[in-house]
């Protein structure tokens, strides 16, 4: 079991710029998919980007398209979202997971999937 924890979260105008983190603690941290998913209050839990175990595929919801990155460094155990020209509609708790294979079809990214979550990180945008 993968044990995840978020970071990097904060308050920020629009237009600006966060760096979230999520340290894996395990040895088959390299071995998985990650995904960052978010949710705002009083919606569902949505799915935002996912990288394979080597980082060199990436998928993203279309609404963060352009504006968001997902990275990973293996060595470190830690997956990254570099979030850009951030907008209000982007506020939310974001959470990351390990997941069981990589996908590159919004269909397979369901939270239901992922069972082991970090306790996630508040990014609030003011307008």
């Known amino acids: 079991q993968v044990l995840l924890e978020e970071s990097g979260g904060g308050l920020v105008q629009a237009g600006g710029s966060l760096r979230l983190s999520c340290s894996a603690s395990?040895?088959?941290?390299?071995?998985?998919?990650m995904v960052w998913f978010r949710q705002a209050p009083g919606k569902e839990r949505e799915f935002v980007a996912a990288?394979?175990?080597?980082?060199?595929?990436?998928y993203y919801t279309d609404s963060v398209k352009g504006r968001f990155t997902i990275s990973r460094d293996n060595a470190k155990n830690t997956v990254y979202l570099q979030m850009n020209s951030l907008k209000p509609d982007d506020t939310a708790v974001y959470y990351c997971?390990?997941?069981?294979?990589?996908?590159?079809?919004?269909?397979?990214?369901?939270?239901?999937?992922?069972?082991?979550w970090g306790q996630g990180t508040q990014v609030t945008v003011s307008s």
């Open positions: 395990g040895r088959t941290f390299s071995m998985n998919a």
């Open positions: 990288i394979n175990w080597s980082g060199g595929s990436t």
């Open positions: 997971a390990a997941a069981p294979s990589y996908s590159s079809s919004i269909a397979y990214y369901t939270s239901e999937r992922f069972k082991s």
